[in-house]
């Protein structure tokens, strides 16, 4: 891993480029002629380890607001996007059991990766040596790190903080970067596209037409289809991880390792 900067926000944060970051440009095109966008793409977040607050005492799927502890880990700045997903496609011979083209990543480059299944995204994540966060892997990094928290942005989200409230549009996903990120430099944690989680929706919650043979799994993030409610940090949402949609994608977290610790 390549160190690239740090910071400090509660705890130490540090910004790594992580395996497998940069092999999806041309071969041809040298770090100097990377727009400061394409330079980002594959960064990932030091999550320190600690105790950190979940949950909502207003949220009734997600309650109460409780503190678990977490060991160490690193998640992508970004959802992964259609040129990362692409270059995952042509490396490793996965067939995807989504709608995925590689034509997303020649026209939409740096737009999140959508049409992915669960199954999709874990091919992607053990490819590369890393996984899918847990949800609550997720919602800390969303409310970076803190307690009271209910929008990643801080405040009641506007149509300039995140992409979201655009159900009328055909396909109303961003490039990653088009928003401002949070506390921890964390972008589209609110919008754009729902993210697949390793956490599968408890089955005693599951009900009506999906609860037979589908295997839930949480969502977490809201979509540019979503009104501000479903944006939320502590918002959960339940689908069959064997179906996709425009407006699902999914990013990556690494365990921390022990060089990483000293």
């Keep these: 891993m390549k160190k690239i900067f740090s910071f400090t926000t509660g ?3 540090l910004i790594l480029m992580v395996g497998g970051s940069f092999l999806l440009f041309p071969g041809n095109q040298r770090s100097g002629e990377w727009s400061s966008e394409e330079k980002r793409i594959g960064m990932q977040v030091k999550i320190a380890r600690g105790d950190y607050y979940v949950g909502s005492e207003n949220e009734e799927d997600n309650k109460p607001c409780r503190l678990i502890h977490f060991s160490g880990f690193f998640i992508d700045i970004h959802p992964v996007v259609n040129r990362q997903y692409a270059g995952f496609l042509a490396e ?18 740096l737009f999140p990766a959508t049409n992915i299944t669960y199954e999709d995204a874990l091919a992607y994540a053990r490819f590369y040596h890393k996984r899918l966060p847990t949800e609550w ?6 409310r970076s790190l803190k307690k009271d928290v209910i929008y990643t942005a801080g405040a009641i989200p506007s149509l300039k903080t995140g992409n979201f409230f655009r159900y009328k549009q055909e396909n109303g996903t961003t490039p990653v970067f088009s928003y401002p990120a949070n ?9 754009n596209v729902f993210e697949w989680t390793s ?38 949402t339940p689908f069959p991880a064997s179906r996709n949609l425009p407006w699902i994608g ?10 990483d610790t000293e």
Excluded at 92 to 109: C, L
Aim: aromatic share 10%; with cysteine; glycine share 8%.
């Design 137 to 142: 892997e997720w919602e800390i990094a969303a």
């Design 199 to 236: 956490s599968q929706y408890p089955l005693m919650k599951i009900q009506g037409k999906y609860k037979k043979p589908l295997r839930l799994m949480v969502l977490r993030g809201g979509a540019w289809t979503n009104i501000p409610h479903d944006v939320r940090v502590t918002t959960r």
């Design 11 to 13: 705890a130490i944060i």
């Design 183 to 191: 506390e921890l430099g964390i972008y589209d944690m609110a919008g």
């Design 250 to 259: 999914f990013r990556c977290v690494s365990d921390e390792k022990k060089e």
């Design 92 to 109: 490793s011979h996965y067939i995807p059991r989504g709608k995925f083209t590689p034509d997303e990543a020649r026209n939409r480059p």
